[in-house]
């Protein structure tokens, strides 16, 4: 039975230089720091690379981003992973944790973040279980 972590996080993004100076001007990469407040207390950092396309509301967008935080009182660091879409204006997003990735109180770490941005704030939903490591 997993265990569900509610609470708010601030995202600040950046631009960062493409890897290849040939990309094509649809591309994108961007740093991710975020402060995390509620039932998860922390930070993280990361990196996105994104695509657009000639349609209008299509695009889609990787990421790689670590939190180090205290999660319902357990400290510890874990990765979380991003896939996100959208097709003509309607999204879908999955992140979940990265497998193994956790460390310290939070080893044994899996589970899926809900993101929610309404009003301008942003808000998680983080349904987790803490399995034995193995």
Do not use: C, W
């Not at 600040?12 to 509620?38: I, N, Q, T």
């Not at 460390?103 to 987790?128: M, S």
């Amino acid at each position: 039975m997993s265990t569900r972590a509610t609470g708010r996080f601030e995202v600040k993004m950046a631009p960062l230089p493409l890897a290849d100076s040939e990309a094509s001007s649809l591309f994108g990469r961007m740093s991710l720091r975020k402060v995390f407040s509620g039932d998860l207390s922390g930070t993280g950092i990361g990196e996105m690379l994104m695509a657009g396309t000639a349609v209008k509301g299509s695009a889609g967008y990787v990421a790689i981003e670590r939190v180090t935080a205290t999660l319902h009182g357990r400290t510890g660091s874990f990765a979380l992973q991003h896939s996100g879409s959208m097709t003509r204006g309607a999204p879908q997003l999955s992140v979940t944790v990265v497998p193994d990735s956790g460390t310290d109180q939070l080893a044994g770490l899996a589970g899926t973040l809900n993101i929610i941005v309404a009003d301008g704030q942003h808000r998680y939903e983080f349904d987790y279980v803490l399995q034995p490591p193995a």
